[in-house]
Antibody, heavy 118, light 110 residues
Framework: EVLLVESGGGLVQPGGSLRLSCAAS????????MTWVRQTPGKGLEWVAN????????YYLDSVKGRFTISRDNARNSVSLQMNSLRAEDTAVYYC???????????WGQGTLVTVSS | QSALTQPPSASGSPGQSVAISCIGT?????????VSWYQQHPGKAPKLMIY???KRPSGVPDRFSGSKSGNTASLTVSGLQPEDEADYYC??????????FGGGTKLTVL
């Protein structure tokens, strides 16, 4: 069974930093693209970043470029999202997802809530 | 890039069919076959329902189908059932090593 478990969310002040982690199991992690998607409370989904299997390719939503960094540890089957210079508009539930066939996100974690507020 | 455009709501009675549209541009949805659809029930994570415009993952009922014409993709749910009531999101490759979601459509089964 594919399992994705996010952790690291919480309350942070504007300008602060937070690191999200996602532990993966049940599939060949080192061969999978991984993605972070966020959902503003009561609103829609927004693709944030993804990374190719060996970590050489990282892609970001324009509004998080230079502030967020996606990384992975294939030995530990985990992917992370380092979030710096956080803004109120970054407040959302952050989901970790596996990119399956043709870039579609076929498995999702349960999400972790990030709240940016003073 | 702007979000793909979906109607905020759609509805149908049990057994009926309903189609949800997703409008993009010639630079994103119109140029890509990497169009997917997700179902999300309240408080739950999204679930993949359609990928590559028309394909269904294993376990998704064949009542769900996808299509695309030009800059518009559609998700059709046939033979509506109460459990189909949920939010539905389209997603397309954005053409710049990114992905774009639609704003979501709340499907109500009357």
């Amino acid at each position: 069974e594919v399992l994705l478990v996010e952790s690291g969310g919480g309350l942070v002040q504007p300008g602060g930093s937070l690191r999200l982690s996602c532990a993966a199991s049940g599939f060949n992690f080192r061969n999978s693209w991984m993605t972070w998607v966020r959902q503003t409370p009561g609103k829609g989904l927004e693709w944030v970043a993804n990374m190719n299997p060996d970590g050489s390719g990282k892609y970001y939503l324009d509004s998080v470029k230079g502030r967020f960094t996606i990384s992975r540890d294939n030995a530990r089957n985990s992917v992370s999202l380092q979030m710096n210079s956080l803004r109120a508009e970054d407040t959302a539930v952050y989901y970790c997802a596996r990119d399956g066939v043709s870039g579609a996100r076929d498995h999702w974690g349960q999400g972790t809530l990030v709240t940016v507020s003073s | 890039q702007s979000a793909l455009t979906q109607p905020p709501s759609a509805s149908g009675s049990p057994g009926q069919s309903v189609a949800i549209s997703c409008i993009g541009t010639s630079s994103d949805l119109g140029a890509s076959n990497l169009v997917s659809w997700y179902q999300q029930h309240p408080g739950k994570a999204p679930k993949l329902m359609i990928y590559e415009v028309t394909k269904r993952p294993s376990g998704v009922p064949d009542r769900f189908s996808g299509s695309k014409s030009g800059n518009t993709a559609s998700l059709t749910v046939s033979g509506l059932q109460p459990e189909d009531e949920a939010d539905y999101y389209c997603c397309s490759h954005g053409g710049s090593d990114n992905y774009i979601f639609g704003g979501g459509t709340k499907l109500t089964v009357l």
